[in-house]
């Protein structure tokens, strides 16, 4: 007597295709998903309850970052240092928007469009001018500025705001050329992003990839005719080698309007969900984090 098993698992979601023709193996009783709220699918097609969660505190919270040293976020207002154990000490006020932050050494660096700073050891302090020192120049430099975006890249500090991004000097996180270190793009800036070759930056219109060691090397070229969705990518990497891929090092990932993006680190970006998932044409902000190898992430309008 012979059986067709009716369901041992899935390959995952899929909103692309209509739900009446949806892929379905009857020898192996694998099939797509149509529909799925809180549940996570294993490498073997086995579909899990996605675990709870617990609310360790109150209040409206936002634009948290750890990257090895002091865990930050954004308190009703307070840029706020936060312990192992979930309390947390406010160090700064007047936040008005989303903050992004740049780990550098022990030190980050944030900043936003109100606002910009330092904290190192659970304190804050202020990101202002230094003198300059090194080999006489004629250069000019401007000091640090509150921007909606940074990162860190090539022993510079990297800002962006409105349309441009610019480069601080190497070491010399202070001093920035805006002559020479500015690059200037399509539209509003959306994100910044740092792999071993270079950065992927996004756009309200479109997503580049910025190679180049030194200001008269850099090269732009778009990787992705579709924006980012902004503050989405995951500040944790994925090793390539761990997920299939050959060439080597950490990869970015972020959310965009087509879907889940993969940056490579020499600057190919692969759309991992497109052929899956239609994504809200009108969300344009969210956040993500990467826990284990899901990319977990949200969309906002």
């Known amino acids: 007597m012979s059986f067709t098993p009716i369901f041992r698992g899935s390959t995952g979601l899929n909103t692309v295709i209509d739900p009446l023709r949806l892929p379905y193996d009857p020898e192996t009783g694998i099939l797509s998903l149509a529909a799925a709220t809180n549940v996570v699918v294993d490498d073997s097609g086995m579909i899990k309850r996605r675990k709870g969660y617990t609310r360790v505190q109150e209040g409206s919270w936002h634009s948290l970052f750890y990257d090895g040293s002091d865990c930050v976020g954004v308190k009703d207002g307070d840029l706020c240092v936060i312990a192992e154990d979930m309390s947390y000490t406010s160090i700064r006020s007047g936040f008005s928007s989303r903050v992004s932050y740049a780990q550098v050494n022990d030190s980050i660096y944030y900043t936003s469009p109100d606002l910009f700073g330092i904290v190192k050891d659970g304190i804050h302090i202020s990101w202002e001018?230094?003198?300059?020192?090194?080999?006489?120049?004629?250069?000019?430099?401007?000091?640090?500025?509150?921007?909606?975006?940074?990162?860190?890249?090539?022993?510079?500090?990297?800002?962006?705001?409105?349309?441009?991004?610019?480069?601080?000097?190497?070491?010399?996180?202070?001093?920035?050329?805006?002559?020479?270190?500015?690059?200037?793009?399509?539209?509003?800036?959306?994100?910044?992003?740092?792999?071993?070759?270079?950065?992927?930056?996004?756009?309200?219109?479109?997503?580049?990839f910025l190679s180049g060691s030194q200001p008269e090397e850099f090269s732009?070229?778009?990787?992705?005719?579709?924006?980012?969705?902004?503050?989405?990518?995951?500040?944790?990497?994925?090793?390539?080698?761990?997920?299939?891929?050959?060439?080597?090092?950490?990869?970015?990932?972020?959310?965009?309007?087509?879907?889940?993006?993969?940056?490579?680190?020499s600057g190919t970006a692969i759309n991992l969900t497109r052929d899956r998932v239609v994504y809200p044409d009108e969300g344009t902000r969210g956040a993500g984090l990467l826990a284990d190898y899901n990319f977990i992430h949200t969309i906002n309008e």
């Open 220 to 265: 732009l070229r778009m990787v992705a005719d579709y924006p980012a969705i902004e503050f989405s990518a995951a500040q944790q990497y994925v090793e390539a080698l761990e997920i299939g891929m050959d060439d080597p090092g950490l990869c970015a990932l972020w959310a965009s309007e087509k879907g889940v993006c993969l940056g490579t680190p």
């Open 129 to 208: 001018a230094q003198e300059y020192v090194g080999p006489d120049t004629d250069r000019e430099f401007a000091p640090p500025f509150p921007a909606n975006h940074i990162a860190f890249h090539l022993s510079r500090i990297w800002l962006a705001l409105s349309n441009f991004v610019v480069a601080s000097e190497p070491f010399g996180w202070s001093w920035f050329d805006l002559h020479r270190s500015t690059i200037l793009l399509d539209s509003y800036v959306r994100m910044i992003k740092p792999v071993k070759d270079g950065l992927y930056i996004s756009t309200d219109k479109k997503t580049y």
